[in-house]
């Protein structure tokens, strides 16, 4: 163009090329919120096929009336039925017009909040449109519309909801510890490292294209349910992968089938639920080791849960993940005919005869870990809570006030249950074994042997990112003024172990404990010098310390680790033992000396959150004794 101006030339006159959509295609940026408003709320009664009225699906929605008057009169929401049952007024303000209850939905606590109102008032005076997709294009965006969320899982499902809303699953992206980490990793390989962790924590959400890097107070409801039940109840095909590489079907509650452990499975259009089918894969230890079994790009396996399985005494027993950690003891083997019958649904307007028995299991997977949050934010959180800042007591209303109150005792209370099955399943762990002299005489050198057995048959003790988790013993011999004489297993004023870890024996205030048993598996860098270093965090700072993370060079997958990096692993075999003899001088003083041991856990070190940026969590760090031995030692002249 400019050749043409300079030779004088007029430009010639350019076109656009012309819309192939001459009209805006059905579109209103409400309907969403609209549309998992109501199948949160309301979808597990207002089914199709049901004598209630059908909210299922936008043409339902439409259609529907109540007695001869319609639910929703396209702008009109003044005269649609639809806002005469939800809305109420939160404010009790005299005058309002508005009534003081909703109809609907009869719970208190899901009545609908402000917003939610407004919402699906704007979209009926908008006009009622959903999303449809011009007549030349047939690829449908994926949206959190495609994912049911576990809310509306818990209508006909209200005791898998119950146990796994406390559970881990749900637990793992609003773990605190978990998204300072995964920032911490994207930050120092300049988030190369992509989704390489969130896509086991929140598989949802890496489907719908969020980010690594992502906040969670940036991300959708629906991600931040974690490990939610679409996650592996929509999983339709085999899928012999690691590191949390998993499809999920994608589609609204009905459009898509449910698959699960039942080959005669209930339901369907008859009763207006969702199909389902059974699914033997989902009864496998393969099912779960898609995800409990971690390989970074560059070799390293943080996580070896299931290839421990597979060459554990368990495995060649037959005895699989589910059935230690679905029964109804956690940490206990049980096989299908041994677990309790029950209904696995209870669909709303169908008698329980119409539904089959089933050995029923349970959705807690207790593990090593817990909530680090407040009572205010899991396991559960009330709508209105996400439109207002009820950290400020004084500016709720009574409603609130009365909701949140409920809500805290019932957070406190599945909170509870929570650690009673993760000291349930911790104390299926190990064995502790010491012996002592009863006597002994001034000045001796006597031996504490300690011994621990793992009762574990399915894997290691401790497993899972097992760099994280501690599992040690701790002997301590006190005099009779309580003054200590051998102490190895005890804790600097960080609270972490006397080992490399610990700053305080960096910094020479504290001596190294060279008498530590500890089953920690620790992360293990070749530095510039040649020689292996313990660090903290799963990325090499100090050979060739880029700052990307690219895959492996060389054939890591044969060794297990790229030659720079390794996991040394210290944790116990399955069924295995191992032992320790600690020296202690006595004083050259008679008297009865106490001993105390204990097999002590912890599912993180201090030093980890003092890494990662979240040292103000580490007073919620519980250290379990798993067994303790107690014995004296009478010191004779």
């Known amino acids: 163009m400019s050749a043409l101006w300079f030779w004088g030339a007029s430009a010639s006159p350019v076109e656009a090329i012309p819309h192939l959509i001459s009209q805006p295609h059905p579109y209103d940026v409400d309907w969403p919120e609209v549309y998992m408003t109501l199948a949160n709320k309301c979808g597990g009664c207002h089914r199709p096929n049901t004598k209630r009225v059908d909210l299922s699906t936008y043409e339902a929605l439409l259609a529907a009336k109540v007695d001869k008057d319609p639910l929703i009169i396209p702008g009109n929401p003044q005269d649609s039925v639809l806002m005469m049952y939800i809305e109420w007024d939160e404010h009790a303000q005299p005058g309002s017009?508005?009534?003081r209850t909703p109809e609907m939905p009869p719970d208190k606590m899901e009545w609908l909040t402000q917003g939610q109102q407004d919402a699906i008032y704007r979209w009926i005076e908008n006009g009622a449109l959903e999303y449809a997709l011009p007549e030349n294009c047939n690829i449908t965006p994926l949206t959190e519309m495609e994912f049911p969320s576990a809310k509306q899982c818990q209508s006909c499902h209200p005791k898998q909801y119950d146990e796994w809303s406390r559970s881990m699953h749900a637990y793992a992206q609003h773990s605190p510890v978990f998204e300072a980490f995964n920032l911490t990793l994207m930050e120092r390989t300049s988030g190369t490292q992509g989704t390489f962790c969130t896509r086991c924590h929140t598989p949802v959400g890496t489907a719908l294209g969020e980010n690594g890097n992502r906040r969670n107070v940036h991300r959708s409801r629906i991600s931040m349910e974690g490990v939610t039940c679409v996650s592996c109840h929509r999983r339709n095909t085999k899928h012999?992968?690691?590191?949390?590489?998993?499809p999920i079907e994608p589609g609204k509650l009905l459009d898509a089938c449910m698959y699960g452990p039942f080959d005669d499975g209930a339901g369907g259009e008859e009763m207006g639920t969702h199909k389902s089918m059974g699914l033997p894969y989902i009864k496998t230890s393969q099912f779960c080791g898609e995800c409990h079994d971690v390989t970074n790009p560059q070799g390293v396996r943080l996580e070896e849960a299931f290839s421990e399985w597979q060459n554990?005494?368990?495995?060649?027993?037959?005895i699989t993940c589910q059935q230690c950690h679905m029964g109804p003891v956690q940490g206990v083997p049980f096989k299908d005919c041994e677990r309790p019958l029950g209904h696995a649904a209870i669909v709303p307007g169908v008698p329980k005869e119409q539904l089959p028995l089933r050995r029923l299991t349970d959705h807690t997977f207790a593990g090593p870990d817990y909530s680090l949050l407040p009572d205010t934010e899991f396991p559960e959180k009330l709508d209105w809570m996400y439109e207002v800042d009820y950290r400020d007591w004084n500016s709720l209303t009574e409603y609130q006030k009365e909701t949140l109150t409920e809500l805290r005792k019932k957070n406190r209370h599945s909170n509870r249950i929570a650690a009673q099955k993760r000291y349930e399943v911790l104390s299926q762990a190990a064995d502790l074994f010491v012996s002592a002299p009863q006597t002994a005489g001034c000045g001796d050198k006597v031996?504490?042997?300690?011994?621990?057995?793992?009762?574990?048959?399915?894997?290691?003790?401790?497993?899972?990112?097992?760099?994280?988790?501690?599992?040690?013993?701790?002997?301590?011999?006190?005099?009779?003024?309580?003054?200590?004489?051998?102490?190895?297993?005890?804790?600097?004023?960080?609270?972490d172990l006397r080992d490399e870890h610990s700053h305080a024996v960096l910094a020479g205030k504290v001596p190294y404990d060279r008498h530590l048993l500890n089953f920690q598996n620790k992360f293990t860098a070749l530095t510039a010098e040649g020689t292996d270093r313990s660090v903290v965090l799963s990325v090499n700072r100090h050979l060739t310390p880029i700052n990307i993370l690219r895959p492996a060079?060389?054939?890591s997958a044969s060794f297990g680790r790229p030659e720079s990096f390794r996991i040394a692993k210290g944790s116990l075999a399955p069924l295995s033992k191992q032992g320790k003899s600690y020296p202690?001088?006595?004083?050259?003083?008679?008297?009865?000396?106490?001993?105390?041991a204990r097999l002590n856990f912890r599912h993180l070190p201090p030093t980890l959150l003092d890494r990662i940026g979240t040292p103000h969590l580490k007073h919620l760090l519980e250290v379990v004794v798993l067994q303790e031995w107690c014995g004296t030692i009478e010191v004779t002249p």
């Open 97 to 99: 017009g508005m009534p």
């Open 240 to 246: 012999y992968k690691s590191s949390g590489r998993v």
């Open 312 to 318: 554990s005494p368990a495995a060649k027993q037959g």
């Open 447 to 495: 031996h504490i042997d300690v011994e621990v057995k793992s009762k574990l048959s399915g894997h290691s003790f401790p497993t899972g990112f097992t760099a994280e988790r501690q599992a040690w013993v701790s002997v301590q011999v006190h005099d009779e003024q309580g003054r200590i004489v051998f102490s190895s297993g005890d804790l600097d004023d960080n609270g």
């Open 553 to 555: 060079e060389g054939i």
């Open 584 to 596: 202690v001088h006595l004083p050259k003083q008679p008297g009865t000396y106490r001993v105390t």
